[in-house]
């Protein structure tokens, strides 16, 4: 059973759209992160949100990028103006302690 | 900068005992973290390291030296299920973010 599901499962946009991706916990829990993994490389932390705001984000969360809570459940990452390089997995992941992440199944996203 | 090192592939046969090393060097480093990914799949978490020794769950242990940068993960009994790529993670900052090494693409074979 999956800590956290995310939707869509697949999403194709073209250049410049933007695109939200939700990640939906099991249960209640502290710490929220988002991953993106290129096809055939390493998983790049994006950024982690703790207690409804953002605990820390790397260099590619650039401006390009948010991450809300919008209705205390749902977790979403968005995307405002995709790129070809913005072609990857996404994962959400759920942390009770940071130390021990669990991944949720991915979104594989494709901009044309 | 953040760099970890692991080795890009490894092969080993079924009931075999194969060890995935891992370096690294790493600004606010708080622990080491291993996930197994099947292709196409996500990360699955295996084990967590915080201090130095050896931490062992069924079939896989996993050991730290923060003193060296270093750890390992070890597989015993291996199983062809166990075919899949393994990735140390640092776990930063207080946990958080992890900071993912290349991977490790291990093939058991018959």
């Known amino acids: 059973e999956p800590e956290v599901t995310q939707t869509p499962s697949h999403q194709v946009t073209q250049m410049g759209q933007e695109v939200i991706l939700r990640c939906v916990p099991i249960?209640?829990?502290?710490?929220f992160y988002w991953y993106r993994q290129i096809l055939g490389q390493k998983v790049e932390f994006l950024v982690s949100?703790?207690?409804?705001?953002?605990?820390?984000k790397s260099e590619i969360f650039d401006d390009q990028f948010s991450v809300e809570r919008p209705d205390g459940s749902n977790f979403t990452l968005k995307i405002r103006s995709t790129k070809l390089e913005d072609s990857a997995m996404y994962f959400c992941?759920?942390?009770?302690?940071?130390?021990?992440?669990?991944f949720g199944p991915g979104t594989r996203l494709l901009v044309l | 900068g953040q760099s970890l090192e692991q080795p890009s592939e490894v092969t080993a046969v079924e009931g075999a005992i194969v060890q995935i090393n891992c370096t690294y060097q790493?600004?606010?480093?708080?622990?080491l973290s291993w996930y197994q990914q099947h292709d196409g799949g996500a990360p699955t978490f295996l084990s967590y390291?915080?201090?130095?020794g050896l931490e062992e769950t069924g079939r896989f242990s996993s050991f730290l030296s923060r003193s060296d940068s270093y750890g390992y993960l070890l597989l015993q009994e291996l199983q062809m299920k166990d075919s899949a790529s393994y990735f140390c993670a640092v776990v930063r900052n207080a946990g958080n973010m992890l900071t993912f090494g290349g991977g490790t693409r291990l093939m058991v074979k018959p």
């Open positions: 790493t600004s606010g480093f708080y622990g």
């Open positions: 249960s209640n829990h502290l710490y």
């Open positions: 949100f703790y207690n409804n705001e953002i605990s820390e």
């Open positions: 390291n915080g201090l130095d």
């Open positions: 992941a759920r942390a009770d302690i940071g130390e021990t992440q669990y």
